[in-house]
């Protein structure tokens, strides 16, 4: 079963919890800002291509409305929090934004070019596939796809970037089994030069 660490193991979840934050922000920035910064923000090809490059990035921190960024909130929090455990900061950072910016730049050739995208889940996938990648056991891989097709199934719609979803949990599952193994490969190099 999914666990998180028991308290006191020296483990905190600040990372998880200013990506909420700042979610939560861009969030209320767009409710006053509208649909001019909601533009400006979110990712639309025809706007990217012409020079709008910030948007690969910032259509990771644009969510649409309450129901997107409630779900996707909970979501970042329940793996996020797992994956802190598994990963050191610069590594948790690096599987969320990879495959956040892998995936919304994929989907720029692969969505019509006229519709804008936005959300936090590719990212969150990638936390998903690299979850998958440290634990392998079966039963917390079904429930970490379980929980994946929940996702999923919850943001397909107008405006969501289902493209990113897919490239991003195949970077987090990819980045994630690389920094595994590094690790245990260290930790197995450790050992042997501690033998007598």
Partial sequence: MLRYPQSGSGVTSSIT?????????VFMLLLLGGNQLLLQLAQTGELFFAGDYWQVFTAMFV????????????A???FGRLDEVGYSRSEYLAIYLG??????AASLYLLPSNVPTGGA?????GLVGAYVASERKGGNMLLAFLFAA????????PDVNVFAHLFGVGVGLLLGYS?????????GGEAED???
């Fill in 150 to 157: 929940l996702i999923f199934i919850d943001s397909i719609g």
């Fill in 17 to 25: 919890f200013a990506l909420v934050a700042t979610n939560a922000l």
């Fill in 194 to 196: 501690d033998r007598p």
């Fill in 179 to 187: 920094f595994t193994l590094r690790r245990r490969l260290r930790e």
């Fill in 99 to 104: 495959a956040g910016l892998v995936g919304n």
């Fill in 63 to 74: 969510h649409f409305d309450l129901l997107h960024i409630a779900f996707n909130m909970f």
């Fill in 121 to 125: 889940s590719g990212a969150i996938f």
């Fill in 76 to 78: 970042l929090v329940y």
